[in-house]
């Protein structure tokens, strides 16, 4: 380790300052701080980093994904380049601080390279990934799947339950959809070394233990899934109730077993339902045609897949039990994918060899590193979440927790800068 990545000190001021002025960019009319892909507040939101990265020295152009890259140019353009950047989007009534500190914590650490005149031999990308929040297409991380070849002309036919469909909303926002299938192209003529991602944990486990670093270990495979349950409409006043075949009664049996599954998990596996929509939904008849939106995650892929099993038989069995069929369909988000042990390494290191404490941690969230570890080495670093609450208004991170996060990250990336393969 170097002595100069010792002498890295992040300002938290200009950090804080930061994170005060993009969060003041947000949906006024939804609560917390809301700024979705796609959106007006999200499109403004971008033309402001775009501006702080050139404010930082950054050489920033867009890319046919919709992903902001900013290049600080190494001493050897041709030498594979360093990658590190998160994202900025949030969910609906979301947080201040989820992508946000892994953005920012980049452009304070380029400023500080800067100031103590370190050049990285090679290139830095500094990237603020398109979209990385769950949408209404059911798919996470767009800017950094199209990077890595993995959206499909499939995913863009996809329609939300308004009908919207994925292609039409790139189209809307500025970006022409074959130019975001083609985007891939620029890392196949420009290889990337390492990437390594500064992001908050949006869990406990640090916070509980005591560390301020989380040393990520694998980050979790995500399942989704749409049960539609087609029961009877009748009058709800007349028919008997032995007589029913009631789609939201077999739905609610399925929203306990959704739970009871991810509560089952022998290490870390979790399961959510997030939306039930019943038909008609008239107060005086009995639900006909219910749709019901779950997920499920788990960093063990074994795990995993046996309990979409069980649940889907578990559901299909309950139903019938009301008279009601139902028709299971799992799309996969992202499978797990464990951190590059030669990058963890790298960040353990630097946190040890600055002294600070750090655990090994899995990542229940899934993030952009997810697709960049297609590219090339990942690795995460975690900073506390407070209470470890994330995805709402309450989500907080301790300025001097990421203050440590960016110190990690820069010995980090000094360290990378000079391995090589
Ligand atoms: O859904 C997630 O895990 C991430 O916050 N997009
Ligand atoms: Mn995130
Ligand atoms: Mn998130």
């Not at 152009?61 to 001493?75: E, I, M, S, T």
């Not at 795990?303 to 979409?308: F, K, Q, Y």
Request: glycine fraction near 10%; aromatic fraction near 4%.
């Amino acid at each position: 380790m170097s002595s100069k990545s010792e002498a890295l000190a992040p300002v938290p001021e200009r950090v804080e300052r930061d994170l005060l002025d993009l969060a003041r960019i947000r949906d006024p009319e939804s609560g917390g701080w809301t700024r979705t892909v796609f959106s007006e507040p999200y499109r403004a939101s971008r033309e402001w980093v775009r501006s702080r990265m050139i404010d930082a020295g950054l050489d920033v152009h867009p890319d046919g994904a919709g992903n902001l890259v900013g290049v600080l140019h190494g001493r050897n353009p041709a030498a594979p380049a360093l990658v590190t950047g998160s994202h900025t989007d949030t969910v609906e009534s979301g947080g201040r601080f989820d992508g946000i500190v892994g953005v920012l914590g980049a452009l304070e650490l380029v400023r500080q390279f800067a100031e103590h005149d370190i050049r990285l031999e090679r290139d830095l990308l500094v990237i603020d990934f398109l979209g990385e929040e769950s949408n209404e297409f059911g798919l996470s991380c767009l800017g950094s799947r199209a990077l890595a070849g993995e959206l499909t002309a499939a995913h863009l036919d996809r329609r939300d339950y308004r009908g919207d469909r994925l292609g039409d909303r790139y189209t809307a926002f500025g970006l022409d959809p074959s130019g975001v299938l083609a985007a891939s192209g620029w890392t196949a003529a420009r290889p990337l070394h390492r990437y390594v991602e500064l992001h908050v944990e949006q869990g406990p486990l640090l916070e509980e233990r005591g560390v301020s670093i989380g040393v990520v270990t694998a980050i979790t495979g995500i399942e989704r899934m749409l049960a539609t349950f087609a029961g009877r409409p009748d009058h709800a006043g007349t028919m008997p109730m032995g007589d029913r075949r009631d789609a939201l009664v077999a739905a609610a049996e399925a929203v306990l077993a959704v739970r009871r599954e991810g509560c089952g998990a022998p290490t870390h596996g979790v399961a959510t339902t997030s939306r039930l929509s019943s038909e008609p939904g008239s107060p005086n008849v009995v639900p006909g045609t219910v749709r019901m939106h779950a997920e499920m995650r788990s960093v063990d892929s074994d795990w995993l897949s046996s309990a979409m099993r069980r649940l889907t038989e578990e559901i299909r069995l309950k139903a019938a039990g009301y008279g009601v069929e139902v028709e299971v369909e799992w799309s996969r988000d992202n499978e797990r994918v464990p951190a590059n042990p030669a990058v963890h390494d790298a960040i353990s290191g630097a946190a040890d060899t600055l002294g600070i404490a750090w655990e090994p941690v899995p990542s229940g969230a899934t993030h952009d590193a997810v697709h960049m570890a297609r590219l090339c080495p990942m690795g995460m670093i975690f900073v506390p979440s407070k209470a470890g609450r994330s995805h709402c208004p309450e989500e907080w991170s301790e300025l001097d927790h990421i203050r440590t996060g960016i110190q990690v990250l820069g010995a980090t990336i000094m360290e990378l800068d000079r391995t090589h393969d």
